[in-house]
């Protein structure tokens, strides 16, 4: 587990170069990872790849932010940035098809792991007003992300699929947004060397949570027939 895999493939010049793979991601893909803790996650993929120029990372706090809730966080950007990694601080999921440098891209792979809407005091995860926080929060982003996508492009949601997470219809979601299910396949953290899930939101931030036994990536493709005919992001309600 977590090994990379190699193979060598043509550049757009016809010359050989070598493909590394971690998984269900490539060095050749373009690739979005979007919401991310402490960046352990994009830092094992560029790492493996030993180049992360094909990878865009973000995250939903500003830089300010990022570093009061994950004191992990720092090694990792130091590692992307030295690897050629771009990284965007402040991305609102909601927005990311309006945001002036992400709007004229178009990726293979777009990540999300472990969407959640934040942890609030009083509140449980299986009460409804937290699970339709996060439902709307999966709803704005299948809006906005298919619209990033290269033609053969996927979404990659990674998410706990046991209750009370089954409760986000995330499947559903993706569904009525114009996007097909290719794929689910069973997540092992030990896949991605390095990578702590960390918890986020503002209650014991940099703490990780349980994964639990059904655990999932679920990867969606775009219904072209669907996507034809509706209208922009920007023209739809939230």
């Known amino acids: 587990m977590g090994e990379a895999a190699a193979a060598a493939v043509l550049s757009e010049s016809g010359e050989e170069k070598r493909e590394i793979w971690i998984k269900h991601y490539s060095s050749s893909h373009r690739i979005l990872l979007v919401g991310e803790g402490d960046f352990s996650f994009a830092a094992c993929l560029a790492r493996t790849f030993g180049s992360a120029k094909n990878m865009i990372a973000t995250s939903y706090d500003n830089l300010d932010q990022l570093l009061e809730k994950h004191s992990t966080a720092t090694i990792h950007l130091d590692e992307l940035k030295r690897l050629g990694c771009t990284v965007l601080h402040g991305i609102n999921v909601k927005y990311i098809w309006v ?63 046991d209750h009370p997470y089954n409760n986000w219809e995330i499947r559903d979601s993706a569904k009525q947004r114009g996007l097909i299910l290719k794929e689910m396949v069973k997540f092992q953290k030990e896949d991605y060397p390095g990578y702590e899930n960390k918890r986020g939101g503002d209650i014991r931030s940099n703490e990780t949570f349980s994964l639990g036994n059904e655990c999932f990536t679920s990867k969606f493709c775009l ?4 996507f034809r005919g509706q209208r922009k992001p920007s023209q739809m309600k939230s």
């Open 99 to 161: 945001d002036s440098f992400l709007k004229v891209k178009r990726f293979d792979r777009i990540i999300f792991n472990f969407p959640h809407a934040g942890h609030y005091l009083g509140f449980r995860e299986s009460d409804d007003e937290l699970i339709l926080m996060h439902k709307k929060l999966v709803c704005n982003f299948f809006s906005r992300a298919r619209c990033l996508l290269s033609e053969n492009g996927e979404i990659h949601v990674t998410h706990r699929d």
């Open 223 to 226: 219904n072209t027939r669907w």
